[in-house]
T-cell receptor, first 113, second 113 residues
C-alpha cells in the first residue's frame, strides 16, 4: 500500500533563512509522482511542485526545490529565503499504481521575523 | 477565471439529514476528486471520477455517493448525516490522471450536530 510519512509536526524558521521539510514515501510501484501542496490558514490547497519517479533532475519552482533521493525514498521540500507569507501547513502527496493521490499528515511551518 | 467552485462554503446539518455538496470546474478537466480533511490531518480521498459517467471509490467512501453526468460537475451526496462526517470537504480536478497537479476548490466546512 502507498504511504506518505511527514515526521515533523511543526517547524520554525527565521525569515530569509532556508528550511527543509521532510517527506518519505513507500510504494512498490516503479512509476509514481510526488507532489507538495501548501495550505495557508485561509484553508485553500495550493500546488507547489511535482517530481516524477523517472525524472533525472530534482524539480525546482522559484524558491521551492525538491530534494529527491530515490534510493532512500525521500522527497524533501526545500524553501529558500523564507518569507512571512510562507507560514502555512505543507503536505507531501504521492500518486502510484491505481491510487490518484495519498497525502501525508502535514508539517506546520512558522516563519519568524 | 473561476477554476474549481464549491458550494456551500459552510453548512450545519442535523444527524440523519441529507445534503449535496456541489462542485463545478471550468477548466475542461477530465479527472475530478472529493476529499475530506479532518482536524490536524491530511486529505483522504472519498471518490473520484476519470470522466463523465465514470466514478470510483477512494479510501473513505462509506456514507457518500457521487455522480458525474457532465465533465464540469461532480456533486457529493451525504445520506443520513452522522457526526463522524463533520469535516472540511475539498473538491479537486486535474487535466488527466495521477501525474498532473490537482486544482482545489476552497472547501466546504460541514458540521453535523
Amino acid at each position: 500500500a502507498q504511504k506518505i510519512t511527514q515526521t515533523q509536526p511543526g517547524m520554525f524558521v527565521q525569515e530569509k533563512e532556508a528550511v527543509t521539510l521532510d517527506c518519505t514515501y513507500d510504494t512498490s510501484d516503479p512509476s509514481y509522482g510526488l507532489f507538495w501542496y501548501k495550505q495557508p490558514s485561509s484553508g485553500e490547497m495550493i500546488f507547489l511542485i511535482y517530481q516524477g519517479s523517472y525524472d533525472q533532475q530534482n524539480a525546482t519552482e522559484g524558491r521551492y526545490s525538491l530534494n529527491f533521493q530515490k534510493a532512500r525514498k525521500s522527497a524533501n521540500l526545500v524553501i529558500s529565503a523564507s518569507q512571512l507569507g510562507d507560514s502555512a501547513m505543507y503536505f507531501c502527496a504521492m500518486s502510484s499504481g491505481n491510487t490518484p493521490l495519498v497525502f501525508g499528515k502535514g508539517t506546520r511551518l512558522s516563519v519568524i521575523a | 477565471n473561476a477554476g474549481v467552485t464549491q458550494t456551500p462554503k459552510f453548512r450545519i446539518l442535523k444527524i440523519g439529514q441529507s445534503m449535496t455538496l456541489q462542485c463545478t470546474q471550468d477548466m475542461n478537466h477530465n479527472y475530478m476528486y472529493w476529499y475530506r480533511q479532518d482536524p490536524g490531518m491530511g486529505l483522504k480521498l472519498i471518490y473520484y471520477s476519470v470522466g463523465a459517467g465514470i466514478t470510483d471509490k477512494g479510501e473513505v467512501p462509506n456514507g457518500y455517493n457521487v455522480s458525474r453526468s457532465t465533465t464540469e460537475d461532480f456533486p457529493l451526496r451525504l445520506e443520513l448525516a452522522a457526526p463522524s462526517q463533520t469535516s472540511v470537504y475539498f473538491c479537486a480536478s486535474s487535466k488527466q490522471g495521477k501525474w498532473q497537479p490537482q486544482h482545489f476548490g476552497d472547501g466546504t466546512r460541514l458540521s453535523i450536530l
